[in-house]
């Protein structure tokens, strides 16, 4: 069966779980990056999310921006401290200037400094920040906004570093 291998690297690695092939394999398809569940999304693939009414944290960016590839490893980490505890959150990235499409839904969601991230939870926005952000705050943000109590507390137990104090305010 082809999906048995859909992992492997071609030197017998998984690179991915197999869990996460089988059931998200648009996502790794169109990752450019190294692995991790950080999501590349367009406007349309937010707007889909948003009509779903699952919680998700998006992050509006653009090429040119500083900060934005400032922000991109602790979204990074971000995505796989979700993915560890909550799989059911999707953590992305959408280029707000890649197409007419995204610039629309930007302007549409008020979004008018870069990067902007945004908490997403039944269709509606639970918070925003403007800035790059540890991925500590990031965590702690997620963990309080859209993870529920229980998952959370869990995530606090193993994970105490991702909660440790730091500011939630942008670097």
């Given at each position: 069966?082809?999906?048995?291998?859909?992992?492997?690297?071609?030197?017998g690695?998984?690179?991915?779980?197999?869990?996460?092939?089988?059931?998200?394999?648009?996502?790794?398809?169109?990752?450019?990056?190294?692995?991790?569940p950080?999501e590349?999304?367009?406007?349309?693939?937010?707007?889909?999310?948003?009509?779903g009414?699952?919680?998700?944290?998006?992050?509006?960016?653009?090429?040119?921006?500083?900060?934005?590839?400032?922000l991109?490893?602790?979204?990074?980490?971000?995505?796989?401290?979700?993915?560890?505890?909550?799989?059911s959150?999707?953590?992305?990235?959408?280029?707000?200037?890649a197409?007419?499409?995204?610039?629309?839904?930007?302007?549409?969601?008020?979004?008018?400094?870069?990067?902007t991230?945004?908490?997403?939870?039944?269709?509606?926005?639970?918070?925003?920040?403007?800035?790059?952000?540890?991925?500590?705050?990031?965590?702690?943000l997620t963990?309080?906004?859209?993870?529920?109590?229980?998952?959370?507390e869990?995530?606090?137990?193993?994970?105490?570093?991702?909660?440790?104090?730091?500011?939630?305010?942008?670097?």
């Amino acid at each position: 069966d082809d999906d048995d291998t859909a992992g492997d690297d071609g030197g017998g690695k998984v690179a991915w779980s197999s869990l996460f092939m089988r059931f998200a394999p648009a996502v790794v398809a169109s990752s450019s990056s190294a692995p991790g569940p950080l999501e590349r999304w367009d406007a349309e693939q937010c707007e889909i999310a948003m009509a779903g009414g699952d919680p998700f944290v998006v992050s509006f960016g653009t090429t040119w921006c500083g900060p934005c590839h400032v922000l991109e490893p602790e979204l990074e980490t971000l995505a796989e401290f979700t993915w560890e505890f909550d799989d059911s959150i999707a953590v992305a990235k959408l280029d707000a200037e890649a197409s007419p499409a995204e610039e629309a839904l930007a302007g549409r969601l008020g979004v008018d400094a870069y990067p902007t991230t945004v908490w997403m939870i039944g269709g509606r926005e639970a918070h925003r920040v403007e800035g790059a952000l540890p991925a500590a705050a990031l965590v702690q943000l997620t963990a309080s906004l859209v993870m529920d109590g229980e998952v959370a507390e869990v995530a606090r137990a193993t994970r105490p570093e991702m909660f440790a104090p730091v500011p939630l305010e942008p670097f």
